[in-house]
């Protein structure tokens, strides 16, 4: 799935009264048709991301392209790294617009590509454009944020993103395996740019009009090293994913250069300070990578685990994750609420210890005893805690920006995102094969019958979710350095 008191890059300052037209919330008159177009992009970001795990494996099939299963994944995760970066100092100088219906129009390139693919490379291709895509559309969206809504009503926009993500999240796999059963896996991709249209019509005129009442600061260039920066670490990134796919020494090569490249790229985009958790700004960004990648890699592994342990079917399995999309969508309601602002420290902390008690909680199941409806309702609890601790962040985050900055930090916010969930994921995917998880990896299980016949031992699963618990009570303690000092 990032800005501070407005100015020139905010609907209203801070220290101006509001307009009686601007009194009401998101969807009042001044705000309504923006809400709900940006909530649209959201929403079709989503369904992608839900929809294509359940195509996929048809698609390498069709394709005979098991091999680069993981490079279609892999291929959006690297692009995004360097398209959050170019995005955020895109929507600083030249305002939100550019990037975000830049980033639509790309987006669906990617969807056509990887649709009409001839072959699994092509595909992969495809999912790299959709990555651009992505990263350019996430972080103009945040700035949006910044820029059309007053401080007050941003945690309610962060609640319908948080939202947008429900419905995907239930009906995403059963639309796609219809889709994929009766039509064919490529219109679960060539289905979706159509809809491209809706957002952009109802957001377009809205946000023109916001951009014209706040301009956006003209007249800097593009900072090319920073741009090459993100480009080392998406290619750092990728050579890392790559090396723990691997078994042999000869995967110490790109592991190596990976890590010489991503680390000098990591220090330099991140805020000073960001790798030691400096109090304040750093901490917040920090936080976000920490709490994406312990709640992200233990659902990697929860269907896995269900299947292999308990022998529940991919279906059920994948059904197990459901409470979690629709539970974050409460945690994020809850804090937007009026009084919660005064609690933002109290509320991220309190989100990382219900993350780490459902990461402990799924694990559970790993006891014969347990029933198979136990990881269900501890991902509900993560779901909660989520929803408060990833948008309490965000807000945060905006309350600590200079307006100038909203769109480095917001890329920053989103780069600590992807970072963190690339990084445990990587750690739990060695853990995984050092364990005895054999040559069996998570993208192999393509269909129920390969993966009732897979057989892991439990070992790697409970280190993986102990690991994870650890990550999230780690940043549970770092929330007391959210304040500046």
Known sequence: ??????????????????????????????????????????????????????????????????????????????????????????????????????????????????????????????????????????????????????????????????????????????????????????????????????????????????????????????????????????????????????????????????????????????????????RGLPTVIVLRGVAAGAFFTAELFIPLMMVTQRHLSLTMAGLTLTSGGLSWALGSWLQGRPAADRHREALIRLGFLLTAVSIAGAALVLIPAVPVWVPAVAWAVGGIGMGLAVASISVLMMKLSTPEEAGINSASLQLSDALGNVALAGLAGVLFAALGGGSMAVSDVAADAVAEAASVPVAPFAVIFAVMTGVALLGAALTSRVKAA
């Open 1 to 278: 799935m990032t800005t501070a008191s407005p100015t020139s890059v905010d609907a209203v300052r801070p220290e101006d009264p509001l307009p009686e037209e601007e009194s009401g919330g998101v969807l009042s008159g001044p705000y309504r048709a923006l809400t709900l177009g940006i909530v649209s992009v959201v929403l079709l970001l989503a369904f992608e991301a839900t929809a294509v795990n359940t195509a996929m494996p048809e698609a390498a099939r069709q394709l005979h392209g098991f091999g680069l299963y993981a490079f279609a994944f892999s291929g959006y995760f690297t692009s995004t790294l360097f398209a959050l970066v170019v995005s955020g100092q895109w929507a600083d100088r030249r305002g939100p617009m550019g990037p975000l219906f830049t980033g639509i129009a790309v987006f669906g390139v990617g969807l056509v590509v990887a649709g009409a693919a001839v072959n699994m490379w092509m595909f992969v291709a495809g999912r790299a454009v959709q990555g651009l895509g992505g990263g350019l559309v996430i972080v103009a969206l945040y700035v949006v944020v910044g820029r059309a809504f007053p401080e007050r009503l941003r945690p309610a926009v962060f609640a319908a993103f948080s939202a947008a993500w429900v419905l995907p999240s239930i009906l995403g796999p059963l639309i796609s395996g219809a889709v994929t059963q009766h039509l064919g896996w490529r219109w679960v991709f060539l289905a979706v740019p159509v809809l491209i249209l809706l957002p952009l019509a109802v957001m377009g005129p809205a946000l023109r009009r916001a951009e014209r009442a706040q301009p956006p600061r003209l007249g800097a260039e593009f900072d090319l090293r920073r741009t090459g920066l993100a480009a080392m670490a998406a290619v750092g990134a990728a050579l890392l994913q790559y090396a723990g796919q691997r078994r042999d020494l000869l995967g110490l090569i790109p592991a190596a250069v990976g890590a010489a490249l991503l680390v000098p790229a990591v220090l330099r985009l991140l805020p000073a300070g960001a790798l030691r958790a400096a």
